[in-house]
């Protein structure tokens, strides 16, 4: 976002609207009425499927409904009350975060450097090596989920099995079905599953990055890892926080993988807010509604829609102030 | 002497660097084969005799090749059907948000309108929000506008959720477009319309097929969306939601299932090897700015 804010700004101020021209609001907006009908199938498109359903999902949180018929028993700030008391959310909270916090670095370090390897021009069957890379992305984690299910099956010389052959666990392992580990699981399928498009990212961010400034770099007696810190690395900062910013947003939504992976089991030890949310909407696993109940999944988003809004507001300022304190350091 | 002495230097350099990019290559492939293990485990188990899918485990090899998997998951549980249905729903995915996205992004892009920021902010911010619980107001939507249970909903839905990225790649991917091809397009007397329509969408090839590739592995794996609006009308499921069906009434027929995901994939990925060349080309070209 702070990106698009600052494109925003430089284009504006080199050409200011000349002063001499300022005519009244209705006719620039009649003057601009091909623009409005261009941005009419979007436009509509977005307030009717996504915006319009936020606002009327805060019209639920004050209700008691199992989502049959018209919401009717009111019962105020009572559904808000009950998630901020239900440790389940709270725990949900946390795997979701710790899901973000561990996926989100490991898989940009590890899309990073594979982006840096792919990126060599000299580098024979990069199409080929994208391609495998980016496969999983692809895949629907529908499709994931099963396979994966059934891989880590104990049917024959399954994983836990194998391991336990090589001494270094003592027999059958239930990987998605321990609290121990099912996390810990996810988190690593999930890396496996949406690199790709931060491969993909960075790539195309690489390419951006002129050949000319590691020739010259070269000139000047620059080695690998020099041209890396003092060339890769600033040229790719903008586009960085985008990726970074992104693959926050996407970690902070996780719902299809758990959802079929483990449905937010064993115990609640995967549950993350989408996957606790949807079965309060939808009944199923979550202790805190045997109901489905409309009402609780609004307030449990909303909270959730408000810590998000928080934290992206800190990461957005945090970025910012990271990005001028170098641009000062730069002059 | 020194000429000699020296001679064999560059020999042994060489080699070293191949033997390093040797070390490369395998460390590419072996990762990639890792990476691409669980679609090879699939592949094989959807070949598998039922007895050879539980005692092989994690060996992707069948010991015997059974075809016919594939043509029993295929009539048995009316994949034909589903494959249409997804083919259809993708399609109808792709077009939708091609058109509104490159329209949207041109406008966002190049013309100037009161109300601009005000619309580009919600639409950032709508990026934040989480989007799964709000299915029940959509769902109550589509029903008052009589679309419930058409693949029209299911399009619709899903277009609508991946408007506002396509809507940023098309507009970061305008914006490059040098502006003197319009202002010459102009001075020629070309309208409004002409220009888009004949100049800006023709340059976008790149960015229709990123938004178009992105759209359509979203629509073909999209799995709550068709489940939701087509639930009393099973002749009207994907492949995602019939595959899970499939599990349901069939929970033992394990190869047919691994026969079922592979029909699932097969397309999808076929598609994004044919397109991707335009895929990092047109994500480049949107980062640039």
Redesign the interface.
């Known amino acids: 976002?702070s990106l698009?804010d600052t494109?925003?700004r430089k284009?504006a101020s080199p050409t200011p609207p000349p002063a001499a021209a300022h005519p009244g609001?209705g006719r620039?907006?009649r003057a601009?009425k091909?623009?409005?009908l261009?941005?009419a199938?979007?436009?509509v498109?977005?307030l009717?499927?996504?915006?319009?359903?936020?606002f009327?999902?805060f019209g639920?949180t004050f209700y008691r409904w199992n989502?049959i018929g018209a919401p009717g028993n009111y019962v105020g700030l009572a559904n808000f009350r009950q998630i901020l008391g239900d440790s389940i959310f709270w725990g949900a909270v946390e795997h979701t975060f710790v899901y973000a916090f561990v996926l989100v670095p490991v898989q940009l370090l590890l899309a990073l450097a594979?982006a840096l390897?792919l990126n060599n021009p000299k580098?024979?069957?990069a199409?080929f090596?994208?391609?495998?890379?980016?496969?999983?992305?692809?895949?629907?984690?529908?499709?994931?989920g099963?396979?994966?299910q059934?891989?880590l099956a104990n049917?024959?010389?399954?994983?836990g099995?194998?391991l336990a052959k090589t001494g270094m666990t003592n027999g059958h392992i239930d990987w998605l079905g321990d609290p121990h580990t099912a996390l810990a699981v996810i988190i690593a399928i999930g890396i496996?599953h949406t690199l790709g498009y931060n491969l993909?990212?960075f790539?195309?961010?690489l390419?951006?990055i002129p050949a000319e400034l590691y020739e010259a770099a070269k000139l000047d007696g620059c080695g690998p890892v020099q041209s890396f810190f003092r060339i890769t690395i600033p040229m790719l900062r903008q586009?960085g926080v985008?990726i970074v910013v992104l693959a926050f947003?996407g970690s902070?939504?996780v719902?299809?993988l758990v959802q079929v992976l483990t449905g937010g089991g064993p115990y609640f030890a995967t549950e993350v807010?989408?996957t606790y949310?949807?079965h309060l909407?939808f009944g199923g696993s979550a202790g805190a509604a045997a109901q489905p109940d409309?009402g609780l999944?609004?307030a449990?988003?909303f909270l959730?829609?408000l810590l998000?809004?928080v934290f992206?507001a800190l990461q957005v300022l945090a970025l910012r102030g990271i990005s001028r304190r170098r641009a000062a350091a730069d002059r | 002497m020194s000429t000699l002495s020296q001679r064999p230097r560059p020999r042994r350099q060489l080699s070293l660097r191949q033997g390093r990019r040797g070390l490369l290559y395998l460390a590419l492939l072996g990762g990639g084969l890792i990476w691409l293990y669980p679609f090879l485990w699939a592949l094989g188990s959807s070949l598998k005799s039922t007895d050879g899918f539980f005692s092989g485990g994690l060996n992707p090899i069948p010991s015997e090749f059974h075809w016919s998997n594939y043509s029993e998951a295929w009539t048995q549980a009316d994949f034909s059907k589903f494959f249409v249905n997804t083919v259809l729903f993708a399609t109808g995915t792709v077009i939708v948000t091609l058109l509104a996205t490159s329209m949207a992004g041109y406008v966002l892009a190049r013309t100037d309108f009161p109300g601009k920021k005000i619309w580009l902010g919600l639409v950032g911010v709508t990026l934040f929000l989480p989007h799964g619980y709000t299915i029940i107001p959509v769902f109550d939507l589509i029903q008052r506008l009589h679309l419930l249970n058409t693949l029209w909903s299911v399009v619709i839905v899903q277009s609508a959720g991946g408007m506002v990225f396509g809507t940023f790649l098309f507009m970061g991917y305008f914006t490059t477009i040098d502006r003197g091809l319009e202002d010459a397009a102009r001075v020629d007397g070309a309208n409004f319309h002409q220009i888009f329509w004949r100049i800006m969408l023709p340059l976008s090839g790149p960015m229709l097929a990123t938004v178009g590739l992105f759209a359509c592995i979203n629509a073909w794996n999209s799995f709550f969306i068709p489940l939701v609006f087509t639930l009393s009308r099973p002749e009207l499921h994907t492949l995602s939601v019939g595959m899970f069906n499939f599990i349901g009434q069939n929970s033992t027929a394990w190869t047919l299932v691994c026969a079922g995901s592979v029909i699932t994939l097969l397309p999808i990925v076929l598609i994004f090897i044919v397109l991707q060349r335009f895929f990092i080309n047109g994500l480049a070209g949107a980062v640039k700015q």
């Open positions: 976002m698009l494109r925003e284009r609001l620039r907006i601009a091909w623009s409005y261009y941005l199938p979007m436009a498109l977005l009717a499927f996504v915006v319009y359903p936020i009327a999902s639920y989502g594979l390897v580098l024979k069957f199409l090596f994208r391609t495998v890379y980016f496969i999983p992305v692809v895949t629907s984690a529908a499709v994931v099963v396979v994966i059934l891989m049917f024959g010389d399954s994983a099995s194998l496996w993909v990212y790539l195309a961010g390419q951006t586009v985008v947003i902070f939504q719902f299809d807010v989408n949310i949807y909407a409309i999944a609004s449990a988003s959730y829609g998000l809004i992206s």
